[in-house]
């Protein structure tokens, strides 16, 4: 007994060592420039910009700023390139190409992780387990499509769109990249990639793969910059179908921008996903999944499961052991490998993350939040938990996009649905329980692109992604990924 | 019955929710034949109008999706059924309104009914055709469902008064949304009498419902209201089809434009509404 007691005294007291990845295997350059058919070239306008680790401050290296010009000189390489090369390439040679993609991926997969995670702030484990093993599945996948797409069911022969241009986001950088350009290359399309601001390395390290596996010049470009280089590429009349990943605000701009063209548009946007547990849930697992869902990737998920809706019954026993598995989530250094919640990826998002969880206090939400301490340099926020929640506060509308869970209640299964559909989103929800018809019959009436039955947060490139309502239209992943980039 | 019988001329009103209201504004406006003569006094819908229609659109597509794809078909199949049946109707009012001779119309409208024949075996394939199981790297069963966006706004085609109305109700309804349709300004006599059948063809109220009216005053209701999820805008052109691709982008609403490539095997119009609802589930013992 005694002995048991010391045990657990010794248990709680545990402390880890650091177990640091190394940074010196991203092997980066000091400074990129644009890569515009087939090389690197400095930008027009000789702007330059830095990208910082989020995690101390620190400028990692410098990138081009593509002006308008430059993102001209992409569409024109892309233009060029579809109608002189790719447009003539075979099924089986375009296929070829995008498996020697994802070996080289998977060749160099230790190296993008540490970039991924120096300029994301992710931690190192989801970078290293998550996000470049699915990138490499994801060209692996759409690899095998590309002489096959006579049987991918939009009938026979069908065609490419033409050159395409690709905007994506900062939470998951060599994962959104993979996710438009690799179904875009297997359709026959050639791409103009625009990727965000404050995580354009792994991205630059795909062009050299790209160099590396010897795809013909233009078919891949890769123009880095802010916002006005995303508007260059969503206003060239050179380009044939826009793809965006990121904010319903900036998605709603783009769908007006394009209104009047005769461009295809696809939009993956923001979520605010609804978590139902019943009370028949198998709680461990359970508690694990709400964690994973809020807290995986710091919270920056489009589809994190960011409303808890717990059915009455369990709501306490849920949230006192929430709060305590929150308490042990290890905060700090993302490329230490035990870290599970890293840096915020910016300044900005920080702020908009402080932002919403002051209104959370200030609209009578109780606040939970981890006593880990916090590193001085960085962009951090503690893992936190909002309960007594009600629908109509700003925390259980917008989307936060960080680590930040609230927690509402339900008592019948009509009451959770209710409450899940209760958003302008419709992306992803999770529902938990041991009864199968329940978890069918609560499936069938959510309003969700993506519904996750006792897991959450689970991507996989055959299965398709994408939201309802204002979460966007349009599926990546899978057979119905390909729509997006066939003229069908 | 005498040649000379003055004939009971029937008053064109519009279908909301199962019911034949006049425009709540109680106006109407003059509607004539392709040759310009007098055809009816046919109510001039309002965005009042367009509301309660939305309303009653979106109290039904819940019902209408819940009802078995089996139930969905037969009850396109009994409008097909209807239609054949007072086919002479709607030819001679296709023929008034398009200014077709009566074969031609006859012929209209026989295209027309084999369409919602099409539509009605469509509603059991759905899900097979657009849906499938995938095979994720995991211990996961994980299928992909086709379910319907929701309420879908159409603004109906101004000259194909039967059959292209026909294709635009009908590609969303048969893959479970309801539907809110402005009716060709001119022409909208057919798809009135189209929307009667409904009624008699177990179409349960607000499936379908039916705006006449003035096209450019109405159609921005729709392509702006919030509980509209989808657009067809094969009845306008030009700038006005982009300022209301513009308008809907508010609420990212789905949108679709008719374009060369449609022809009547492609289901480019059936996919429009159409979304992708991926469940995974876990396995284990």
């Known amino acids: ?488 | 019955m005498s040649d000379s019988r003055l004939d009971v001329r029937k008053t064109y009103k519009l279908l909301i929710n199962g019911a034949f209201p006049r425009s709540e504004s109680g106006r109407s406006y003059e509607v004539t034949t392709a040759s310009g003569e007098f055809l009816a006094n046919v109510a001039q819908g309002s965005r009042k109008d367009l509301r309660d229609a939305v309303a009653a659109a979106r109290a039904a597509q819940a019902k209408w999706w819940g009802s078995t794809a089996y139930n969905r078909g037969q009850v396109i199949y009994r409008l097909a059924e209807m239609a054949e049946s007072r086919r002479a109707e709607l030819a001679e009012h296709v023929a008034l309104a398009e200014g077709l001779s009566a074969k031609k119309a006859q012929k209209s409208v026989s295209r027309a009914i084999d369409r919602m024949v099409w539509y009605a075996g469509w509603t059991d394939k759905i899900a097979q055709v657009f849906g499938g199981a995938n095979p994720v790297a995991g211990p996961f069963f994980n299928f992909s469902l086709p379910t319907p966006s929701g309420v879908v706004a159409v603004i109906a085609s101004q000259n194909s008064s039967l059959e292209g109305f026909v294709d635009e109700v009908l590609a969303p309804i048969s893959a479970g949304n309801t539907v809110v349709v402005i009716s060709s300004e001119r022409r909208p006599t057919p798809s009135i009498l189209l929307g009667e059948m409904t009624v008699t063809s177990d179409f349960p109220p607000g499936v379908l419902n039916i705006v006449s009216g003035i096209t450019a005053e109405l159609a921005p209701t729709l392509a702006s209201h919030e509980d509209v999820d989808g657009i067809d805008l094969a009845g306008v052109v030009g700038d006005e089809a982009n300022e209301l691709s513009i308008t809907a982008a508010a609420s990212i609403k789905r949108v679709f434009r008719p374009n060369e490539s449609d022809t009547a095997t492609t289901t480019r119009r059936l996919r429009a509404f159409i979304e992708t609802s991926t469940v995974w589930h876990t396995i284990g013992q």
């Open chain 1, 1 to 488: 007994m005694t002995e048991k007691k010391l045990a657990n005294s010794q248990l709680g007291s545990l402390e880890y060592d650091p177990a640091p990845e190394s940074a010196s295997i991203a092997r980066l350059k000091p400074s990129y420039g644009l890569f515009i058919d087939g090389s690197f070239s400095d930008p027009s306008k000789h702007e330059q910009f830095v990208t910082l680790n989020p995690a101390n401050e620190e400028v990692i290296a410098t990138v081009a700023q593509a002006s308008a010009g430059d993102v001209d000189a992409a569409v024109a390489a892309a233009r060029h390139a579809y109608e002189t090369v790719w447009s003539k390439t075979t099924g089986a040679e375009r296929s070829k190409y995008l498996f020697r993609i994802a070996r080289l991926i998977q060749e160099r997969a230790r190296e993008l992780a540490v970039v991924e995670t120096l300029d994301n702030g992710k931690p190192i484990r989801e970078s290293r387990d998550v996000d470049i093993p699915l990138a490499a599945a994801h060209f692996f996948y759409y690899a095998g499509w590309a002489d096959k797409l006579d049987h991918a069911g939009f009938g026979a022969d069908p065609r490419p769109i033409g050159v395409a241009g690709q905007i994506i986001p900062w939470n998951f950088p060599l994962l959104m990249a993979a996710w438009k350009l690799a179904p875009a290359l297997a359709a026959g399309n050639t791409c103009v990639l625009k990727p965000a601001e404050t995580t354009p390395l792994s991205a630059l390290i795909l062009a050299e793969i790209l160099q590396q596996a010897e795809l013909p010049p233009g078919v891949v470009n890769i123009v880095t910059g802010n916002g006005t280089t995303g508007a260059a590429l969503v206003d060239h009349p050179g380009v044939d179908k826009i793809a965006f990943t990121g904010s319903t605000d900036v998605g709603r701009l783009i769908q007006q921008r394009v209104a009047s063209s005769q461009k295809r548009l696809t939009l993956e946007l923001g979520g605010k996903g609804a978590n139902i547990v019943f009370e028949d849930a198998p709680i461990d697992e359970m508690i694990e999944g709400i964690i994973d869902g809020i807290f995986f990737n710091q919270g920056h998920v489009c589809c994190a499961g960011s409303r808890l809706l717990v059915q009455e019954s369990i709501a306490d026993e849920v949230l006192r052991r929430l709060v305590r598995r929150v308490e042990q989530l290890r905060v700090g250094d993302p490329m230490d490998k035990n870290t599970d919640v890293g840096a915020i990826n910016s300044a900005a998002q920080l702020a908009r993350i402080q932002e919403l969880t002051a209104f959370g206090e200030g609209e009578g939400a109780t606040r939970y939040t981890s006593s880990c301490v916090l590193p001085e340099n960085g962009y951090w926020f503690a893992p936190t938990i909002f309960a007594d929640v009600s629908q109509s506060h700003r925390i259980a509308r917008e989307e936060i996009f960080g680590p930040v869970l609230s927690v509402l209640t339900f008592r019948t299964p009509e009451e959770a649905v209710a409450k899940a559909n209760n958003t302008n989103y419709g992306l992803a929800c999770g529902v938990w329980s041991e009864k199968g018809s329940r978890t069918l019959w609560v499936a069938q009436r959510l309003r969700a692109g993506v519904i996750w039955a006792n897991t959450y947060n689970r991507f996989d490139p055959t299965s398709p992604f994408g939201g309802v309502r204002e979460s966007g239209f349009g599926r990546e992943g899978g057979r119905h990924g390909l729509e997006a980039y066939l003229n069908v």
